[in-house]
């Protein structure tokens, strides 16, 4: 341990020494972020606020510093990549009265997170100040706007707009929530978001005093909620003056901005999932499944061609799980309508769900149930234990709607009672993923993020434009259950928004791509069987793609154009590409294949995709490695590939 003078910046560099971040402690605590030696974040105030105690960030005196290289690497069987590099370099500084400030700086960027050591058990946090400062007012910028303040569905379209405008917009009463995007004119980008949220209110922004400055607002604690909507929906009525009532000895969230070169190589950023709390689970967790799921309820359980009344009954969910069993998906969901009027524990007589999971798992299919997750709180053991008993794999928990420290809590504790009886968890309707997966990997994904479910009421929404938005954006920050698969597509012009049968905006080979271009675990099918089987030489490529990766390379993107990614799974590599309604021309290097000959399966948007969406073309052809690729991508297009090593003459 040095001593390090109370005047003093306190600099930590990242391993390849592009990253840095600096703490500076006089006239008040602020940190800054750069990168190549140029400022991305400015000094920024930052304080942590707890009852009784002196300011956490205030007139402090710096006792010592310690600084450690981080190393090593710990396999991730449940991720975009196959293990995660831990690389980087921490710095601890520690201040009188029993608190820290760690200073984090890794390749793919720089993190802070205050820790504190109190002897109380309990203390409240009253506030934090987590402000953000740009060097500009006339940065671009891609943000989501919370539609209700902290009771909000985080599903938001991002929108574009300089540092100045996005503080016009949000005014005072509006928030930004994060993963926050800022592009800077020498082609970085970086994003704004967090890690290792436990027992905490989660990081959200509100215009600042000064120009190109945002302050930080945390949810308060709930202190009286009540149940809406048939138990879909736990609203605040009021909230205590403090976050939230916490352990006196903890580290807090770590503060994350994630740094890159272009918007391509976002996708490639671990920080968020390597600064996470590891593994919690004990034991064999090989019950943790990932996959693919077929869904009902976008589709509306349209299924034709069959001699019984389709619908939230026992014989349409035989059909779907016949239908999974043949195509190779792992699971089936049951969406809302399985159980009595949201009454978790009274299944629906028209849906037999024992002799259902009992028909599944005799297929080799897994059954995840839908609930909302008032049905849950306090209950999670009793049901958890009744549907687990009963042969059922998982839960999709929707509509939390909140980032309050309670919500986060209840998330923590409802994985870790899942695992207790083996269940996998999807969480919907919620904020974006900061890591927990890490910590309880039985969550296979998160919400978060206006998808494709959407296109069931919205006309003049542009989604080609939010797929973009939210690859480059949400996506970050980890897996996104967008539920992507449509086979009725269309063109800008041609889109109308249908609930009972609905389509998408853009070609069939858009929502192809969209299978292996999002990061998805657990992947929602959202088409029908009967789409899919009507469509079978498209959905066999669908079918087969991964939802777990060992590699993820970003080749190419523009957050309003286009984006292309590269995953490889042992030694099959996935190619996926999108674009906005303006036709495009991309050329990619395939030298990331490595060597020989390749043998390509290709689906491409076909010469008249710009007129009737559903028009592709399939090929398949040799290539070498580091031959150069033309993908052209009709409006609203799609380009999608997979490559396996060439052993011989023939296919």
């Known amino acids: 341990m040095a001593c390090v003078a109370a005047a003093e910046t306190i600099s930590l560099k990242s391993p ?3 990253n840095e971040i600096r703490l500076s402690t006089e006239p008040a605590f602020a940190y800054s972020v750069l990168r190549d030696g140029v400022v991305r974040v400015a000094e920024s105030p930052i304080a942590l606020n707890v009852e009784g105690r002196p300011l956490c960030g205030g007139a402090a005196k710096v006792k010592a510093s310690d600084s450690r290289l981080v190393s090593g690497s710990f396999a991730t069987p449940i991720y ?24 984090h700086a890794r390749n793919d960027g720089v993190a802070y997170r205050f820790k504190t050591a109190f002897d109380a058990p309990k203390v409240k946090v009253l506030d934090e100040v987590a402000s953000l400062a740009f060097p500009s007012n006339g940065l671009v910028s891609y943000a989501g706007i919370a539609r209700n303040g902290h009771q909000s569905s985080w599903e938001s379209i991002y929108v574009k707009q300089s540092v100045g405008e996005l503080r016009k917009a949000i005014g005072t009463d509006k928030i930004v929530y994060l993963p926050l995007l800022v592009q800077y004119p020498d082609g970085v980008n970086l994003v704004v978001t967090e890690s290792d949220l436990l027992d905490y209110a989660g990081w ?11 302050e930080s607002a945390l949810a308060r604690l709930p202190v009286t909620e009540k149940i809406e909507n048939d138990q879909r929906h736990r609203r605040v009525k009021d909230r205590h003056d403090y976050i939230c009532e916490t352990a006196g000895t903890r580290a807090y969230p770590w503060r994350v901005f994630i740094l890159a070169p272009s918007a391509a190589k976002l996708c490639e950023a671990d920080i968020p999932y390597a600064l996470a709390t590891p593994c919690a689970l004990a034991g064999d967790l090989s019950w943790i499944k990932p996959g693919k799921v077929a869904w009902d309820w976008w589709n509306n359980w349209n299924v034709s061609g069959v001699k019984f009344r389709a619908g939230c009954n026992t014989k349409t969910y035989e059909y779907y799980i016949d239908f999974a069993k043949e195509q190779k998906v792992e699971y089936v969901i ?5 159980s009595v009027k949201l009454k978790i524990m009274e ?8 002799h259902l999971v009992k028909y599944a798992n005799s297929r ?17 053991h009793e ?5 687990a008993g009963l042969g059922v794999k998982g839960f999709k928990i929707d509509f939390m709607d909140r980032d309050d420290a309670f919500l986060v809590s209840y998330l923590e504790e409802t994985a870790r009672i899942a695992a207790d009886y083996h269940l996998v968890i999807d969480y919907h309707g919620m904020y974006k993923p900061t890591g927990l997966s890490r910590t309880y990997p039985n969550i296979l994904n998160y919400e978060g993020v206006h998808g494709l479910e959407c296109m069931k009421w919205e006309k003049d929404t542009d989604f080609p434009a939010n797929d973009l938005k939210a690859f480059f954006t949400r996506m970050t920050a980890g897996p996104m259950d967008y539920t992507p698969g449509a086979m009725i597509n269309m063109t800008k012009k041609q889109f109308r928004p249908c609930y009972d049968l609905p389509g998408s905006q853009g070609t069939r080979v858009h929502q192809m791509a969209l299978m292996s271009l999002y990061e998805a675990p657990l992947q929602m099918l959202c088409d029908s069987p009967t789409q899919y089987l009507r469509n079978q030489e498209c959905f066999a490529f669908m079918a087969a793609v991964p ?10 993107g523009d957050v309003d154009s286009y984006a292309v990614t590269a995953r490889r799974k042992d030694d099959v590599w996935y190619v996926a590409a999108i674009g906005s309604w303006e036709p495009q021309e991309i050329k990619i290097d395939t030298a990331f294949l490595g060597e020989g000959p390749w043998k390509a399966e290709i689906f491409e948007d076909g010469p008249n995709a710009d007129r009737d969406a559903t028009d592709y073309a399939h090929r398949r052809e040799t290539i070498t490695a580091g031959e150069k690729l033309t993908l052209r991508l009709a409006p609203g297009g799609g380009w999608t590939a997979r490559f396996t090593k060439k052993t011989g003459w023939f296919w």
Do not use: H
Request: net charge negative; glycine share 12%; proline share 4%.
């Open 16 to 18: 390849d020494g592009r």
């Open 547 to 556: 939802t777990t990766w060992d590699e993820t390379l970003g080749l190419a």
């Open 347 to 354: 299944i629906n007589p028209e849906v037999d769900v024992p």
């Open 383 to 387: 049901v958890f234990r009744k549907y």
């Open 204 to 214: 959200n922004l509100r215009a600042g005093k000064a120009e190109a400055t945002f």
């Open 334 to 338: 049951f969406d809302e309508g399985w």
């Open 364 to 380: 080799g299919v897994g059954i995840i149930l839908w609930c909302s997750w008032p049905q849950l709180v306090g209950r999670q």
């Open 80 to 103: 975009k990549k196959a293990s995660v590099d831990l690389a980087g370099m921490e710095k601890t500084i520690d201040f009188e009265g029993g608190w820290s400030i760690v200073l």
